[in-house]
């Protein structure tokens, strides 16, 4: 939010505090309501939001010419309550595992972890970290 209780009205900062819930992505619904407040110099700014669903949650089987696969997926667009995207998945086969951890902070942080193996059974690890 761009306003805060006590300052002085500002119509511009308004419309940009609630266009910056919107953008967010994680309300279903944001709608501001400005009312006259208790003088005549006062304003009372009431702001409504609808709660979507922010996270998936996959699971999958199957089978064909290269053999069985279980895969496993997680993703959680606002983490904690804080707009952070979480997202996990685990894919597994007769002869291959292979997985990807990653967590992204639009304010912050980017980092992702990928495993998968290599020739000869070893496994290939990777972690990308990238500063906004």
């Known amino acids: 939010m761009l306003v805060d209780e006590g300052d002085p ?14 953008a967010r992505g994680i309300f279903g619904n944001v709608d501001s309501k400005i009312t ?18 922010t996270g ?40 291959t595992v292979r997985g990807m951890f990653g967590v992204s902070n639009p304010k912050e942080i980017k980092c992702s972890f990928t495993f998968r193996p290599n020739a000869g059974s070893h496994f290939l690890f990777s972690f990308i970290i990238s500063f906004i």
Do not use: C, H, W
């Not at 009205?9 to 919107?22: D, F, I």
């Not at 089978?63 to 685990?90: C, D, H, P, Y």
């Open 56 to 95: 998936e949650i996959m699971a999958g089987a199957g089978i064909g010419t290269q053999g069985t696969s279980f895969q496993f997926a997680v993703k959680e667009n606002n983490f904690l309550g804080r707009g952070i995207e979480f997202s996990t998945n685990l894919e597994l086969t007769e002869e």
């Open 36 to 53: 006259e407040g208790s003088l005549p110099d006062l304003k009372v700014l009431e702001i409504s939001v609808e709660e979507k669903a």
């Open 9 to 22: 009205y500002s119509a511009l900062l308004v419309n940009k505090s609630v266009n910056k819930l919107k």
